[in-house]
């Protein structure tokens, strides 16, 4: 075979040769990775991957995605919402008891009030009929099954009518357990002023006696009236307790000495003022009236510093006159006995 045609066939084979193993090599390839996903799938899922990682020099390469703290965060939530439904629902439990039991009370101080202002209209027309007051009787006007509270009912109604009639519910006769309202004051008819079935008018005269004392012993007509009117009393209008109160006070407390009243001098119009009258001086003291008015507005008379001074003051001197005439009690026992009965007062009582 001439040089030349041999020399064409080596090359060819070489070629072959070349060709085969470029073939297995792809064949390799194909065979090591079976399951590439295309190029756009890889790139994804790289990238996917890297954001899960952790931070340069934040742990280990080895370590988990960071998918698992969203799980227990999501656990974690709902944990949190299982506690909060689990709190929310001993409140609503411990809210609804509490408004049951606030109900109950309402309603039972409710019925308490309600029996306490029968039983107290009934006393004032056993008042008004000039009749002693049996406590049988009020126990069959509340109901003999409230028997067990009526001594809270009968309190209500006894505070209720002494501080708007200041007239007192006294037990005359323990033994037959026998009731009497007896007057603070020693006005005629127990409190009535004129003879007759009326209400008591002493609550209106020791409301007057404490407004002028509180106005340093002496107050205006003016402002007397401006205080009546606060409790609904108008003059030339018929009151259904006190009457024509204009006449009441200008006319009969007057006439019976329990109040002066008198033209202010060298007012010009003339006008007028009112001051405690000699009956109410020996009828009671200005601690009385203090203590009246204080219970009226739900404190103590230190309440009032300047005016308790006063009172004490006035308890003292008449403490002095009784000892003058009949010795033995000291006027500093009778004034430590007064202060003992109420707390002291500071700045903090305004």
């Avoid at 200041?166 to 009535?192: C, F, M, Q």
């Avoid at 079935?197 to 609550?203: A, W």
Wanted: charge should be positive; hydrophobic fraction near 30%; aromatic fraction near 8%.
């Amino acid at each position: 075979m001439p040089q030349g045609q041999k020399s064409k066939l080596h090359t060819r084979e070489r070629c072959r040769q070349a060709r085969g193993e470029t073939q297995g090599s792809g064949d390799a390839q194909a065979t090591s990775a079976p399951a590439e996903e295309p190029s756009t799938s890889s790139s994804s899922l790289c990238g996917s991957v890297t954001q899960s990682l952790p931070a340069a020099g934040s742990g280990s390469p080895h370590e988990e995605p960071q998918k698992t703290p969203s799980v227990t965060t999501a656990a974690v939530g709902t944990s949190s919402t299982n506690a909060t439904k689990a709190s929310n629902s001993q409140y609503e439990k411990k809210k609804s008891t509490s408004e049951t039991q606030q109900s109950t009370e309402n309603s039972c101080r409710g019925l308490l009030n309600r029996k306490a202002l029968l039983l107290e209209q009934f006393l004032l027309y056993k008042y008004k009929m000039k009749q002693r007051i049996k406590k049988e009787d009020m126990l069959k006007v509340i109901n003999p099954k409230y028997e067990d509270q009526f001594a809270e009912i009968f309190k209500k109604a006894s505070q209720h009518i002494e501080e708007t009639f200041a007239v007192e519910v006294k037990e005359i006769d323990s033994t037959s357990h026998l009731y009497d309202l007896v007057s603070k004051l020693k006005l005629p008819n127990n409190g009535r002023v004129r003879a007759g079935r009326g209400l008591p008018k002493t609550g209106l005269l020791m409301n007057i006696l404490g407004m002028i004392f509180m106005r340093g012993n002496c107050a205006s007509e003016e402002d007397i009236w401006k205080f009546l009117n606060m409790m609904n009393v108008y003059a030339g209008r018929k009151h259904f307790i006190f009457g024509e109160p204009r006449k009441l006070i200008t006319q009969d407390l007057v006439r019976l000495k329990y109040l002066v009243y008198q033209q202010v001098p060298n007012s010009d119009p003339a006008c007028y003022e009112f001051l405690w009258g000699p009956r109410a001086h020996e009828e009671t003291s200005k601690m009385k009236v203090l203590e009246f008015l204080a219970k009226i507005h739900g404190t103590v008379p230190t309440y009032f510093p300047s005016q308790y001074e006063e009172a004490l003051q006035d308890e003292e001197e008449r403490a002095q006159a009784r000892n003058a005439v009949n010795p033995g009690t000291t006027a500093q026992s009778v004034v430590f006995r007064v202060r003992a009965k109420c707390p002291a007062y500071s700045s903090t009582s305004y």
